[in-house]
C-alpha cells in the first residue's frame, strides 16, 4: 500500500514540474507577450540603435532596457534610415537650409606686403682694396641697369696692373699681353674697360664697379671716399620681373594650404 502511495506522488512530481516547464516557455516566450491592447511583441531593440535587435528584454550595448517592437509598430522602408521626431530634433540642434552653390572650403583672409624674390637679388663685392670716388648710385630703392658704373674704385693695385698692360701692349709679346689681361680682369676690371686701355695706352687707376643686372638698389653701403676692403658688400640689388607676396598665416589655417592654390591680392 506504501509503495502504490510513493509512485502516486513521484507521478504528480513529475506531472507538476512538466507543467510548470510548459507554462513558463509560454508565458515567458517574447512570441507570446502581448501589451495592453494585445498586441504581440515582434522583439527588442535598442533605444538608440533601431538595428539592434533581441528576441526578449535584455540590455543594450550602451546598457540601456531594451524596448519593444509590437506587431504593426515595425519601420518600414530602409532600415538605415533614421527618423526624429519634432522633440529629438530640437534637442539634438538639427539645422536646416536651402542647397544653393558656394565654396566648399571658407576663404582664408590675411594681410601681407610685397617683397623682393631672394632668387633674383645679386651683391656687388670688390676685389681689390681701394677707395671710392665718383659714387654715381646714392640711395636705396633707386632703379638701375645691368652694367650700369654704380661707383669707381681707386687702387694701386689696380694702377700697377694697368702699367703692366700698357707696357705688354708695347711689347707685342702675346703671352704677356694675356697674363696682363687677365691679372686685370682677377681685379674686377671689365673686357670693355680693358680694350679701352690698350686702345688709348694710357694708365688707368680706378676701376668702374657695375650693376650685376636690372633691378632696385635694395642695400648701399658706399659712400665718396670710404674705404673698402676685398669681399666687403658694397651694394645689392634685385630684380623687379618677379615679387614674393609674403602673408601671415594663423596656425589653425596651415593645413588648408596647398601649392598652386588660387590667391587675390588687393592693394
Same mark, same amino acid.
Given at each position: 500500500?506504501?509503495?502504490?502511495?510513493?509512485?502516486?506522488?513521484?507521478?504528480?512530481?513529475?506531472?507538476?514540474?512538466?507543467?510548470?516547464?510548459?507554462?513558463?516557455?509560454?508565458?515567458?516566450?517574447?512570441?507570446?507577450?502581448?501589451?495592453?491592447?494585445?498586441?504581440?511583441?515582434?522583439?527588442?531593440?535598442?533605444?538608440?540603435?533601431?538595428? #539592434?535587435?533581441?528576441?526578449? +528584454?535584455?540590455?543594450?550595448?550602451?546598457?540601456? %532596457? @531594451? &524596448?519593444?517592437?509590437? =506587431?504593426?509598430?515595425? $519601420?518600414?522602408?530602409?532600415?538605415?534610415?533614421?527618423?526624429?521626431?519634432?522633440?529629438?530634433?530640437?534637442?539634438?540642434?538639427?539645422?536646416?537650409?536651402?542647397?544653393?552653390?558656394?565654396?566648399?572650403?571658407?576663404?582664408?583672409?590675411?594681410?601681407?606686403?610685397?617683397?623682393?624674390?631672394?632668387?633674383?637679388?645679386?651683391?656687388?663685392?670688390?676685389?681689390?682694396?681701394?677707395?671710392?670716388?665718383?659714387?654715381?648710385?646714392?640711395?636705396?630703392?633707386?632703379?638701375?641697369?645691368?652694367?650700369?658704373?654704380? #661707383?669707381?674704385?681707386?687702387? +694701386?693695385?689696380?694702377?700697377?696692373?694697368?702699367? %703692366? @698692360? &700698357?707696357?705688354?701692349? =708695347?711689347?707685342?709679346? $702675346?703671352?704677356?699681353?694675356?697674363?696682363?689681361?687677365?691679372?686685370?680682369?682677377?681685379?674686377?676690371?671689365?673686357?670693355?674697360?680693358?680694350?679701352?686701355?690698350?686702345?688709348?695706352?694710357?694708365?688707368?687707376?680706378?676701376?668702374?664697379?657695375?650693376?650685376?643686372?636690372?633691378?632696385?638698389?635694395?642695400?648701399?653701403?658706399?659712400?665718396?671716399?670710404?674705404?673698402?676692403?676685398?669681399?666687403?658688400?658694397?651694394?645689392?640689388?634685385?630684380?623687379?620681373?618677379?615679387?614674393?607676396?609674403?602673408?601671415?598665416? #594663423?596656425?589653425?589655417?596651415?593645413?588648408?594650404?596647398?601649392?598652386?592654390?588660387?590667391?587675390?591680392?588687393?592693394?
Amino acid at each position: 500500500m506504501r509503495g502504490r502511495y510513493t509512485a502516486l506522488a513521484i507521478l504528480a512530481l513529475a506531472g507538476g514540474t512538466a507543467g510548470g516547464i510548459a507554462l513558463e516557455r509560454f508565458y515567458l516566450n517574447p512570441a507570446n507577450i502581448v501589451g495592453p491592447d494585445g498586441p504581440e511583441i515582434l522583439y527588442w531593440v535598442a533605444p538608440m540603435d533601431p538595428n #539592434f535587435r533581441q528576441p526578449g +528584454p535584455g540590455k543594450s550595448p550602451m546598457g540601456m %532596457d @531594451l &524596448v519593444p517592437v509590437y =506587431e504593426g509598430e515595425e $519601420p518600414s522602408g530602409d532600415p538605415s534610415e533614421v527618423t526624429l521626431d519634432a522633440a529629438e530634433i530640437n534637442a539634438i540642434g538639427v539645422r536646416t537650409a536651402l542647397s544653393r552653390m558656394t565654396e566648399v572650403a571658407p576663404r582664408i583672409e590675411t594681410v601681407g606686403f610685397v617683397g623682393y624674390d631672394e632668387h633674383l637679388t645679386s651683391h656687388v663685392h670688390t676685389r681689390v682694396e681701394g677707395w671710392i670716388e665718383d659714387l654715381k648710385v646714392r640711395a636705396v630703392g633707386d632703379i638701375v641697369r645691368g652694367d650700369q658704373v654704380l #661707383f669707381e674704385l681707386f687702387s +694701386p693695385l689696380i694702377a700697377a696692373a694697368t702699367g %703692366d @698692360l &700698357v707696357r705688354a701692349v =708695347e711689347a707685342g709679346d $702675346p703671352r704677356i699681353l694675356d697674363a696682363a689681361r687677365n691679372k686685370l680682369m682677377s681685379h674686377g676690371m671689365s673686357a670693355r674697360q680693358i680694350a679701352e686701355i690698350e686702345a688709348g695706352g694710357e694708365l688707368v687707376r680706378n676701376v668702374e664697379i657695375v650693376a650685376p643686372q636690372n633691378g632696385v638698389v635694395i642695400a648701399l653701403n658706399a659712400a665718396d671716399g670710404m674705404y673698402l676692403q676685398p669681399g666687403a658688400l658694397a651694394f645689392s640689388v634685385a630684380g623687379l620681373s618677379q615679387v614674393w607676396l609674403i602673408v601671415d598665416v #594663423f596656425e589653425r589655417d596651415i593645413a588648408r594650404l596647398s601649392e598652386d592654390m588660387r590667391a587675390v591680392a588687393r592693394f
